[in-house]
């Protein structure tokens, strides 16, 4: 099984982007499969580095290429398949890993999901991909690749003080975020700086041309 820097981990919900997902896993160090996921590694035919889960919902039939992949049986029921993929990405020397289809596949699913990589974040950088991004920061500053006219939320996760610049609505003198509609619906204007001062956010960038939902709000 390959070591890696960066691994894509693939999950059973609804895969956004799949173009943009297959970019990523030629990229990719490694790829792994919770259990489900490998449904859309065959879909997309990537051959993973491994799988792993309770192997309830692997797609049958397995494809030949498949012959050399490491199936890593875990049938703990009190985990999610994603905690035992995060383990083994852990296992392999993951230092960044890009979490596709991680929504969609029941709500119960999707909660779990975030719950469980807000948790986990920390030993390693997590990238949720899927109709744009999202990374869980933490305190320090961050200085924000985007280019102007770029669409971005900075959710609170649960709470934060932050000082944002460089965007249209800026957070001046560590704002206080809280988990909720603020931080939602932002735009890079300039070079956009993040300073977490305390807690974590998640900033969310949108796909290029995504249009913006009727809901959104501004983060003033």
């Not at 999202?134 to 939320?153: D, E, I, N, Q």
């Not at 998640?202 to 709000?217: N, Y």
Request: hydrophobic share 45%; charged share 25%; aromatic share 2%.
């Amino acid at each position: 099984m390959r070591r890696g820097r960066d691994v894509l981990l693939l999950l059973n919900g609804d895969l956004r982007g799949p173009a943009a997902v297959r970019a990523l896993a030629r990229r990719a160090d490694a790829v792994l499969c919770a259990d489900g996921g490998a449904r859309h590694a065959r879909a997309l035919g990537l051959v993973p580095d491994a799988v792993v889960g309770d192997m309830d919902s692997l797609p049958r039939p397995l494809p030949r290429a498949w012959g050399g992949v490491s199936f890593v049986c875990d049938f703990d029921q009190s985990r999610s398949d994603l905690d035992k993929a995060l383990d083994l990405a852990g296992r392999m020397g993951a230092r960044r890993i890009l979490v596709a289809g991680a929504l969609g596949g029941g709500l119960g699913h999707e909660l779990v999901n975030l719950a469980v990589l807000e948790e986990r974040a920390g030993a390693a950088e997590i990238v949720l991909v899927g109709g744009g991004t999202a990374r869980l920061l933490g305190p320090g500053r961050h200085v924000l690749a985007l280019r102007r006219g770029r669409r971005f939320s900075l959710l609170a996760a649960p709470r934060a003080r932050v000082t944002l610049s460089g965007a249209r609505y800026p957070l001046m003198n560590g704002q206080v975020l809280r988990r909720g509609s603020r931080g939602l619906g932002n735009r890079a204007e300039g070079r956009v700086a993040l300073q977490v001062l305390s807690g974590r956010v998640w900033l969310v960038v949108d796909a290029p041309g995504r249009p913006t939902p009727r809901s959104a709000r501004p983060a003033a």
